[in-house]
């Protein structure tokens, strides 16, 4: 069965701290995904990678950085947490080619204090 | 810039059939998803439309017209299972391909 699997489930952490959440698939998917599901805002897209090593912007990736150093792997990165990056973050994998369709993570539930 | 709008809540009746439709106005248009999120749940694909017309899968129907900027998703023979948030996303074509979610339409289905 295929999967996209993220670390960590719930996180709980504090204003400034630096916070890393992981994400690997095991389909070998070229395309991985960071979004972000707020209540009434829906999925926004914060980063999505390619390729190994290379990175994009999405609609909002201020206070985001990302890590593509595998191509299984893809890490979110909050540089400086704040509290309004109390979130769901979902991961996500897809094909290069096709119809692009979208395997997603669990998620990552993360509260900032 | 884009735009994708969709009903914030639906209830519907055990058995019944109900549409949900999806605007969208997306400069790059390439296609337009359904996905089906259950409750504290991962988003599930559901059905992908490029071109124009019905595209029908069991219980669920998925249509678009491009010149209209429209889609529905179609579900009948509703169960108790089918209660969930489904998401429109419209691929948008930059250079990379992107999907642009909406922000959902939660239905409730009662007995």
């Not at chain 1, 069965?1 to 701290?17: A, F, H, I, N």
């Amino acid at each position: 069965d295929v999967k996209v699997t993220q670390s960590s489930r719930y996180l709980v952490k504090r204003t400034g701290e630096k916070v890393f959440l992981e994400c690997v698939q095991d389909m070998d998917h070229e395309n991985m995904f960071w979004y972000r599901q707020d209540p009434g805002l829906g999925l926004r897209l914060i980063y999505f990678s390619y390729d190994v090593k290379m990175k994009e912007k999405g609609d909002i990736p201020e206070g985001y950085s990302v890590s593509r150093e595998k191509k299984e792997r893809f890490s979110l990165i909050l540089e400086s947490a704040s509290t309004n990056q109390t979130s769901m973050y979902l991961c996500a994998s897809s094909q290069a080619v096709g119809a692009n369709v979208l395997t997603f993570g669990a998620g990552s539930r993360l509260t900032v204090l | 810039g884009q735009n994708i709008d969709q009903p914030t809540e639906m209830t519907a009746t055990e058995g019944a059939i109900v549409q949900i439709n999806c605007t969208y106005q997306t400069s790059g248009f390439n296609g337009l998803f359904w996905y089906q999120q259950h409750a504290g749940e991962a988003p599930t694909f559901l059905s992908y439309n490029v071109l124009d017309g019905l595209e029908e899968k069991g219980r669920f129907s998925s249509f678009l017209s491009r010149s209209k900027g429209y889609s529905y998703l179609l579900l009948k023979e509703l169960q108790m299972k089918d209660s969930a948030s489904y998401l429109c996303a419209v691929v948008q074509d930059t250079g990379f391909q992107k999907l642009v979610f909406g922000t959902g339409t939660r239905l409730l289905v009662s007995p």
